[in-house]
């Protein structure tokens, strides 16, 4: 029979499980997990069966969550009695809410059917395998291997496998992730923990007598977690932006289950650098300990470490928080903004909220799934270079059932038979065939009272997944549109509007990725976005996709404006049109097509006021060498396809040979100058890219580098 209870409150919900409420959300540890774990979230929702929906963050199944939170409330178990209605009524519940609640199940089940491993779009590329780090059982037993790939000129790249159980392999590790080198725990004498970025940084201290770990791709669960129980352990933490992130990230997990947390920062690592490079520069091992003992105790954020005789219970209903005060910055001080982090270099910030807005009919969509598409590859958009590759939630409320066959077109019309591995750049290698992007055809209504946080954990089961499957970040969120997913009274009420656009901004907050909201012009052009000007006064950056239309309605000159940007220019237009791509007939004998976006950047206005950027003079040498080597070597070449623009272009490997001839170094042997010359052209080469001064690309596994723009000459 199915179970009635009384309705929930949240703040009720989050002190019997010992844990906090923000709304109708509750964050509290998960089953078997310490106090200190927030890897549940419960979302009260009076419509589910039980009163509420559960999701947990470290994999744990649903079921245990559905069990044990009924437990805490005294509630009686489910029965094997239960009717196919009851079960029903509770997974309808859960598809409502948009989790996938029984991956791990759903995970064995496909696990069979698995792809056999193969890594040719690597080696055919020119990568070589270099490495295979066995993750163990405590007890010796092999369940997956992580692969290292490194190539002559690009950046390394990593693949999973494991045992098929018939003397092969399957792609992927499956669902089960453990700790790396795990057999060693048992085996040590001591209880101090080195927690190391990579699987090469870990092998290398325990060579040297260190008890070394790692998870791959960062991807804490709880039984990596709960191997370190008791442990004092010390997270090296790399020398970049993602190194400092994943730190972070394992100090957070290991937080309250390890005896104590350090994040150690080594003294002189260069940029990008870890413990590897440390001890190439001839820093001794032996000092290693020192420097982590002289390390804080790492403590959460605004966390006043307790001691557990003082220990106080969480507040009751209707007490209230205690009063701190907002943390000062100081000029002179670390400025972690100092640098703008592009989504989209000088056009789309990393994070925050923003606009793609424009008439009827000049394929705002289209625009939209082309931006995910450069983001997904790292291929650029409408001639703008891609800072940061991940994965894409779209979420679709108006025409969701037109996105698979507007994705086909992209990757028939646009990424079939490109190579995603550029010099210069972190692309991840990316399967046409299995893009990482997922979709929902229903969006709460944003100024609901509980949107952000459906939306939130919507989003964050789609990061795990991208990050599990095709190891990226959930870079970007669309929302298509604006206008159907607002649930406002008044479109034109700025109030109303106001909090659709700060539901995008913290949902970007929460999730570390740039929310763009589809919307419409209204009648007047001029005027911009249709409803209240509150929208694109808030919004951090607004595109608008522009067009002609004739008495007919035809459309022409379509564009794609700069409408606003902040901290940046505004004004520029890049010219597009909507190429129409048939993908074959129906079953009626019928033709299907959809359309694509073709960029012309050639011909893009630059906004007023603006300055070509000249070469900087450490950049002189390598200016020197384009410049020769195109005169010498030069051919007119179409990297972009027949369509695209001609451009004169030279192999990288002659300019590399002109550059070497010109750059004096320093050295005592040949060896020693060949190899100072073979790292400066490598850092003028990448130092020229992110300038944008010179562009690459892959023409059949020769690097062609040309000048963006021979009047910078």
């Not at 994999?59 to 009695?81: F, H, M, T, V």
């Not at 191997?227 to 992130?245: I, P």
């Not at 170094?665 to 060896?671: F, L, Q």
């Not at 023409?699 to 723009?709: F, I």
Request: negative net charge; aromatic residues 6%.
């Amino acid at each position: 029979m199915n179970q009635h209870f009384m309705p929930l409150d949240a703040r009720t919900l989050a002190r019997v499980l010992g844990g906090e409420a923000t709304g109708n959300n509750v964050r509290a540890p998960g089953p078997g997990h310490s106090r200190d774990d927030r890897s549940m979230s419960v979302l009260v929702d009076p419509k589910a069966p039980d009163g509420f929906v559960a999701h947990s963050f470290a994999n744990d199944a649903w079921e245990s969550l559905r069990d044990y939170i009924n437990e805490k409330l005294g509630r009686p178990a489910w029965s094997s009695s239960d009717t196919a209605e009851d079960i029903i009524a509770r997974m309808t519940a859960h598809a409502r809410a948009g989790f996938d609640f029984n991956a791990a199940s759903r995970q064995r089940q496909e696990e069979p059917e698995s792809k056999s491993f193969n890594d040719r779009r690597l080696t055919s590329a020119g990568y070589r395998q270099v490495a295979a780090y066995d993750y163990l059982t405590e007890d010796g037993e092999l369940l997956y291997q992580v692969l290292r790939y490194e190539h002559p000129t690009k950046d390394k790249t990593f693949l999973q496998r494991r045992p098929d159980g018939r003397g092969g392999w399957l792609s992927g590790a499956g669902s089960r992730k453990v700790l790396y080198r795990w057999p060693d725990l048992p085996a040590t004498i001591h209880n101090r923990a080195y927690v190391c970025e990579g699987e090469k940084d870990a092998d290398r201290l325990a060579a040297h007598g260190f008890l070394a770990v790692t998870v791959a791709n960062g991807g804490w669960t709880s039984e990596a977690v709960e191997a370190l129980r008791g442990y004092d352990c010390f997270v090296l933490e790399d020398n970049d932006a993602s190194g400092r992130e994943k730190a972070a990230n394992a100090a957070t997990m290991l937080h309250g289950v390890a005896d104590s947390v350090r994040v150690v920062r080594l003294p002189g690592l260069p940029e990008k650098g870890d413990v590897s490079d440390w001890l190439d520069a001839g820093n001794d091992y032996n000092e290693l300990p020192h420097i982590a003992d002289k390390t804080p105790v790492w403590t959460p954020r605004g966390d006043e470490r307790e001691d557990s005789a003082t220990h106080s219970e969480p507040p009751q209903d209707g007490a209230s928080s205690p009063v701190k005060a907002i943390p000062l910055q100081w000029h002179g001080d670390a400025d972690p903004n100092e640098d703008r982090a592009w989504l989209i270099r000088d056009l789309i910030p990393e994070t925050g909220k923003g606009l793609m807005s424009g008439q009827w009919g000049s394929g705002k969509t289209f625009g939209a799934l082309d931006l995910s598409a450069s983001v997904m590859t790292m291929e650029a958009f409408a001639g703008r270079r891609v800072n940061r590759q991940g994965g894409v939630l779209f979420i679709a409320p108006e025409g969701a059932y037109e996105i698979p066959i507007r994705l086909r077109g992209i990757v028939e019309g646009k990424l079939q038979g490109l190579t995603f591995l550029h010099t210069g750049t972190d692309a991840k290698p990316i399967d046409p065939g299995r893009l990482p992007i997922a979709w929902i055809d229903e969006c709460p209504p944003l100024v609901g009272k509980d949107s952000v946080e459906i939306l939130t954990l919507t989003a964050q089961a789609a990061a795990e997944r991208m990050e599990e499957t095709f190891g990226l970040p959930l870079a970007l969120i669309v929302v298509d549109t604006v206008a159907a997913s607002a649930g406002v009274m008044d479109e034109n009420a700025a109030a109303e509007n106001h909090r659709v656009m700060n539901a995008l901004e913290t949902l970007s907050r929460k999730i570390g990725a740039f929310v763009l909201g589809v919307d419409h012009f209204g009648k007047m052009v001029e005027t911009g976005t249709r409803g209240s000007s509150a929208k694109e006064a808030a919004a951090d950056v607004v595109l608008a996709m522009l067009a002609d239309r004739d008495v007919s309605g035809t459309i022409s000159n379509t564009r794609m404006a700069v409408r606003k940007l902040r901290g940046g220019a505004t004004g520029a237009e890049t010219p597009y049109s909507l190429e129409v791509i048939r993908l074959g007939d129906n079953k009626h004998g019928e033709s299907v097509t959809t359309c694509i976006v073709r960029w012309d950047p050639e011909r893009s206005s630059a906004p007023a006021g603006t300055t070509r950027e000249r070469w900087p003079t450490s950049l002189r040498v390598f200016q020197k060498a384009m410049q020769l080597a195109l005169t010498d070597h030069g051919k007119r070449i179409r990297p972009f396809g027949i369509e695209g623009p001609e451009v004169l272009g030279v192999a990288e490997t002659k300019v590399r040979a002109e550059f070497v001839a010109a750059y004096p170094v320093d050295g005592e042997t040949s060896e020693k100058r060949s190899e100072a010359k073979k790292k400066a052209f490598s850092r003028a080469l990448k130092n020229a890219l992110e300038r944008e001064l010179v562009i690459s690309r892959d023409l059949a596994g020769v690097d062609h580098l040309w000048l963006k723009d021979s009047g910078d000459e």
